[in-house]
């Protein structure tokens, strides 16, 4: 078709002129079409507002599920890192030291560079500190003398989980100390904690975007069903696949667009809802807490999610069920 | 030129059923001839052969210069919009326009919309519906509603012309008032196929006849 013109031989016959389409216009054309059934696709959806409903909310719920859990962990780790761990090392000294040699002792671990901050808690302290918030203060009546140790508080400059144990192995040899303990315990767990709440998430996230596939392919391939007929007549005037399969898919864009869309709003209620809990939560610990949404960035990656689901849904349902679709029977 | 050429075509169906036993005719370009023969002689399998709707289990059809066994399955499109087909039942779209139906080979194809309005309307009249332009094909009477078909086939000049049982459904007045339309598409230069039992409209019509029977053909005058 796209040869140079052979021109025939002048003759009478004119009417039976083969329409020959630039590739400019085709281009135009290939445009034109796609705005024009993407625009279709979306009042179709209109035409059957309670079904499209319907299936969007479930869409909609299926998305707003993962994005809202990921969110709350997202602030959650934030409230962690703002909480900077401070791991200390607690030095227990040995009873048998003078205080004036602890003292010295505590002087002297000032002078090092890998220590940002040294604290001394004397026996006498120590005792005191105990009287005042133990409740097993007849305890220490049964002793002669204090039985508590000196301790000494110490925070690493280097705060690497790997880098504070030979701190604290190297901090232990030194002489006149009995014992190092390392205070950060429990940051490891909460953050083991919370990277299973995370792949728990992930895991959820996934099973329900196979929900949003499905439930979008079974819409989609009704919607074919539904349009037999048309498909049917396309095919036979010459339409492509890709011709045919570009409303369907549109309806599976639009489908995931705004289930999306309907599901990021679902996420920012639900944290709405959170918000007021979770501030007063929060400030018993931190003040400066703020509970943060999807943000900018979440929100586009969940619209972009929601609408990459949603194409690879009718996607699945066109390429399995437009081939069967073929005019031979008619 | 032949328009059409079969050599030597079998079409055997997945059910065991011979519908053409090696069929050799051609069409020549600009010719007019009635495929004929009782039902079930093979006539709209030869049709589907040459839409490619089906393809032969031996033997080689042409149409112009394309061997449709060479084929692929992404090219058919491009054959079918250099035919223009009327199907026994018409094959319309009850969900938009009497316009929008015989538009749509047009938009297919990718006209511009403006031409392609221009074109639709054009074929309309040809038929004589085009003050019914806007209607829906469903309030129209079967006669009617075959001749929005044609327009349809029509519409985008198509140089073979094929037509299944296209007065299959009318009375005789009608039958030739279409069988008319034919003969001046023909005149125009369009190569013209149609299958029909109608046997007394095809004697009158005085063109080649080709004749089917039992998957042969057994007839060429």
Redesign the interface.
Known sequence: ?TKPARKEPA?P???????R?QSA??R???R??HLSVAKEALLRLQQTPVASLMTLAVLAIALALPGFLLSALGNVQGLTNGWDPQPRIALYMKLELSDQAIDSFSRELLLRDDLSSVELISRQKGLEDFRQYSAFTDLLDRFDSNPLPAVIMVLPRDTDPLQLPLVRNELAALPGVDEAQLDMEWVQRLDAVLALAQRGSYVLGGLLALAVLLVVGNTVRMTIESRR??I??????????A?VRRPFLYSGFWFGLLGGVLAWVLVQLALLMVAEPAQTLASLYLNDFVLQGLGFQGSLIMLATATLLGLSGSWLAVSRHLREI???E? | MAAIRFSNVFKRYASGQDALLGVDFELASGEMAFLTGHSGAGKSTLLKLIMLMERPSRGQVWIGQQDLSRLHRSQIPHLRRQIGVVFQNHQLLFDRSIFDNVALPLQISGYDPADAARRARAALDKVGLLTREKQNPITLSTGEQQRVGIARAIVHKPKLLLADEPTGNLDPQLSEDIMRLFGQFNSIGTTVLIASHDLSLINRMRHRRLTLKQGRLVADD
């Open positions: 078709m003759s016959r004119r009417g039976a002129e083969q329409h389409i216009d085709r135009r054309s290939w034109r079409h007929d048309e049917l007549v396309s095919k036979l005037v010459g339409a492509t696949d011709w073929e005019p031979g008619v």
